[in-house]
């Protein structure tokens, strides 16, 4: 079982470039997450999704947008790259259940914004 | 908006003693996970809680739920060097988890 899948790995991107950050899951959770986490901080909500065309925000979503056209892909587009971006990415997925199920994490995506 | 605090924020520990990391809530949760992440790596569910009052063990590990369901604790008995990590809260305000700030767990041998 792959779980959650996030790629890329790495990227360095220039200020003001975009990029679409990739997460798809095998598991037919329905609940996906996208979360940032600065160096020796927490982490951070940016968008969730409870299904299929279903998409809110987090606690900081601005400079970010996403789409959940499938159960199991959830990708993260970053307009216009600034160094304040510069993070680990985090996707997470769950079953349903109105929430009371753990999240499954990706290995993250490490971006640097120069 | 819902906050979640960690106290505290770092912890350095002889091998063998005691750990305790606290989590609060500034609104009242339906239900709070622990997570760790070990360095470089990404956060892996322990457990979680649900209902007011609630103790549950793992092994050397005892997690709380405050009976006002706002606050949780985490205790790891005889710390050993694999407990090394960051340990998460997580409380769920309707759909969404805050997570709270973390608490930096080293274990000297």
């Known amino acids: 079982n792959a779980g959650v899948t996030q790629t890329p790995k790495f990227r360095i991107l220039k200020i003001g470039q975009s990029m679409t950050l990739q997460c798809t899951q095998d598991?037919?959770?329905?609940?996906m997450y996208w979360y940032r986490q600065d160096p020796g901080m927490g982490l951070k909500l940016i968008y969730y999704?409870?299904?299929?065309?279903?998409?809110d925000k987090g606690e900081v979503p601005n400079g970010y947008n996403v789409s959940r056209s499938t159960t199991e892909d959830f990708p993260l587009r970053l307009e216009l790259a600034a160094p304040s971006q510069t993070s680990v990415y985090f996707c997470?997925?769950?079953?349903?259940?109105?929430?009371?199920?753990?999240?499954?994490f990706g290995d993250g995506t490490r971006l640097s914004i120069l | 908006g819902q906050q979640v605090m960690q106290i505290p924020q770092y912890q350095h520990v002889q091998e063998g003693e005691d750990f305790t990391t606290y989590c609060n809530s500034s609104?009242?949760?339906?239900?709070i996970q622990w997570y760790k992440q070990r360095p470089g790596g990404h956060p892996v569910f322990l457990i979680q809680?649900?209902?007011?009052?609630e103790v549950k063990k793992q092994k050397r590990l005892t997690f709380q739920f405050g009976e006002a369901k706002k606050n949780s604790s985490l205790h790891i008995t005889a710390t050993q060097t694999t407990d090394v990590g960051t340990y998460f809260c997580?409380?769920?305000?309707?759909?969404?988890?805050?997570f709270g700030t973390g608490t930096r767990l080293k274990v000297l041998a």
């Open positions: 999704s409870v299904g299929a065309g279903i998409t």
């Open positions: 609104t009242t949760l339906s239900n």
């Open positions: 997580a409380g769920r305000e309707t759909y969404k988890y805050i």
């Open positions: 598991m037919n959770h329905n609940y």
């Open positions: 997470a997925s769950s079953y349903g259940d109105r929430g009371y199920q753990p999240q499954h």
């Open positions: 809680l649900v209902k007011s009052g």
